[in-house]
């Protein structure tokens, strides 16, 4: 899966989160596996609470870590086909 820009992403329910030292862990209730994330990781995982178009979620984010949206945006996009992948993400068009 792609995921590009103007889709809207957001998380599945399915899965539990938790802060264990300075990681957010996450646990798929249904198949019981778990998936750590780095603070930015977790940063992104907190905005996808509630659907949020990519192209704002990059944004974001290189706002808030000064950071060359470029770099950000090509990030986020392996990220987010990653959580796609293991089917944490819902991707709408």
């Known amino acids: 899966m792609s995921i590009e820009l103007p ?11 938790t802060m264990v030292g300075e990681q957010q ?11 750590g994330l780095d603070p930015i990781g977790s940063h992104i995982w ?12 990059c944004a974001d984010l ?3 870590y000064e950071a060359d949206l470029e ?3 090509r990030d986020v996009l392996v990220f987010l086909d990653r959580l796609a992948k293991q089917k944490m993400i819902e991707v709408a068009s």
Do not use: N, Q
């Open 25 to 35: 862990v996450l646990l798929d209730i249904e198949s019981g596996v778990y998936v």
């Open 7 to 17: 889709a809207r992403v957001s998380r599945r329910e399915e899965f539990f989160g």
């Open 71 to 73: 770099t950000i945006t």
């Open 62 to 64: 290189a706002a808030a």
């Open 46 to 57: 907190s905005r996808l609470e509630t659907p949020i178009a990519v192209e704002a979620l």
